[in-house]
């Protein structure tokens, strides 16, 4: 039987009094909203944070505010389940209802926050293993450890992002607000994600994801597309998320390609977006768009999947992608 | 002689908290890291809801809080202060069998029986929430459950007859439901 270790748990019911809590705990403590991600990882001693901050009742955090014309603020403790039924979300903004809907499975989306998803630690198949087994490998650099086993002679850590939020945010130039004793400010989503499986996030630990901001969207559209092994449960082990603003002749006056669960980080094509960019929509452009995807999908062998397979379908899924939005 | 054991030092440390569990308030008192299915099963004996993977990738301990199917293997208990929480024990009200547990039972449902309380809590809450949900929405809403033995088919036939039930209608299970395909 897996148990949690000891810690100290608070429920604050303030913003400022979560971030106070925290700078209280330093080091050792953390934030906590579902507990889906959180709560198997100290099971299996991958975080063993001595206190832990829950940030569910916090009223403040628990809103969404706004429409399409001026852009919608999400408060990150709302869960899954509600943003996949919030009828502003889907009526305004649904790629992000639909995406929510591919996490896992009801059971964990009722639990599981939009703010929790967003800031997923990043998993690999050496890392996502109890306490004994990752002790019978001699750990990895990620925890415990000084050497990354899914390629040995790295520097660094190539766990991979594994929430399906998160290219659809960063295609979608969301923003978030991070809150901390010593003040505010905000990150764009895709300032907010680093390349490295250990620290990859531009958050400073104590620092609690208050807000999530979307732009307003001036006619955009966006779809998302998930590859995984089962039609529940499983997270993605390639996830594209696609947005093309088009004119009324059809030449694409914007265009963002995402590749979520091939790396450390979501990887932002640009070569792919520039062959987009000033053209029409043709299969060409679209097949060349889907090359430049596949060129910069970069996967390992620590997820479900062969990881040639997983790179080949970054083709097919972006041509999809397209195809829904053309 | 009957040795005492003293007072253990970490029951100074035990969490107490109150909240309705089936419909009746508790009071009960635990180490305050023990996860909802741990306070159940421990410390208010309920061993009903059952303890699978521990990690969220199952569905066996689902447990309904405020009405909603959660997981109770990933659920702190001090979370349930003032909650309303629903185990299997509290599906059958004065003895009455839920109908759902009732076609569980007839349609053979339930094979090894361990993912069954998981099961029927979820559909319960689908059910209440939709009382006419198609094939797919309830596949939809059972597939955080997993079942090892009876390969689903039986257990949303059993779902599609209680809502049957529940919704006024005389439904029996189609012949060959019971007796198989000719």
């Keep these: ?326 | 002689m009957i040795k005492i054991k003293p007072m253990a030092e970490d029951k100074k440390q035990k969490a107490h908290i109150r909240f309705v569990l089936n419909g009746e308030t508790v009071e009960v008192a635990f180490a305050p890291h023990k996860t909802l299915l741990e306070v159940l099963r421990e410390d208010l004996n309920l061993t009903g809801t059952k303890h699978g993977c521990e990690l969220g990738e199952c569905g066996t301990c689902a447990v309904l809080v405020d009405g909603l199917p959660i997981l109770s293997c990933l659920a702190l208990g001090l979370d349930m202060e003032g909650r309303e929480v629903t185990t299997i024990e509290g599906m059958a009200e004065g003895g009455c069998l839920h109908p759902l547990q009732v076609t569980f039972a007839d349609l053979g449902a339930a094979q090894c029986g361990y993912c069954s309380p998981g099961f029927l809590l979820t559909a319960k809450e689908l059910l209440e929430r939709n009382p006419a949900p198609t094939r797919d929405e309830i596949r939809e809403a059972l597939s955080g459950n997993l079942c090892r033995c009876t390969g689903y088919i039986k257990i949303y036939e059993a779902v599609e007859l209680a809502a049957a039930r529940m919704r006024g209608e005389e439904a029996e299970p189609a012949r060959e439901i019971i007796h198989g395909y000719e």
């Design chain 1, 1 to 326: 039987m897996m148990r949690l270790p000891k810690f100290e748990y608070r429920v604050p019911r303030e913003i400022s009094e979560a971030v106070k809590m925290m700078a209280d705990a330093g080091p050792d403590g953390m934030f906590v909203a579902g507990g889906t991600d959180l709560y198997p990882n100290m099971k299996r001693r991958q975080q063993t944070p001595k206190t832990v901050i829950s940030v569910t009742r916090l009223q403040e955090m628990r809103a969404i505010r706004g429409d399409a014309e001026t852009g919608i603020v999400i408060g990150p403790s709302i869960s899954l389940t509600d943003i996949c039924n919030h009828p502003v979300i889907n009526r305004d903004y649904p790629v992000v209802a639909e995406a929510a809907r591919l996490i896992s499975t009801p059971l964990l989306r009722n639990m599981g926050t939009i703010g929790g998803n967003l800031l997923l630690d990043t998993r690999c198949n050496y890392y996502d293993q109890n306490y004994e087994w990752r002790k019978g490998i001699n750990f990895c650099m990620k925890k415990d450890g000084d050497i990354c086993w899914v390629a040995p002679s790295s520097p660094k850590c190539w766990a991979v992002q594994s929430a399906d939020l998160v290219p659809v945010m960063v295609a979608l130039g969301a923003r978030v607000k991070l809150v901390s004793t010593l003040g505010e400010r905000m990150v764009t989503a895709e300032g907010l994600y680093n390349d490295d499986g250990i620290n990859y996030l531009h958050k400073r630990p104590d620092e609690l994801l208050t807000e999530i901001h979307l732009p307003p969207r001036n006619g955009m559209k966006a779809v998302y597309k998930k590859l995984r092994r089962r039609g529940a449960f499983d997270f993605p082990v390639l996830g594209v998320a696609a947005t093309l603003d088009r004119a009324e002749d059809g030449t694409v006056r914007d265009a963002r390609l995402i590749l979520g669960g091939v790396a450390p980080a979501p990887i932002r094509v640009k070569e792919a977006e520039g062959i987009l960019v000033g053209h029409k929509l043709d299969q060409e452009r679209m097949a060349a768009a889907a090359e430049a995807c596949y060129l910069k999908a970069r996967p390992l062998d620590n997820t479900d999947f062969l990881m040639n397979w997983r790179k080949q379908m970054a083709r097919p899924f972006v041509l999809r992608a397209l195809e829904e939005l053309r």
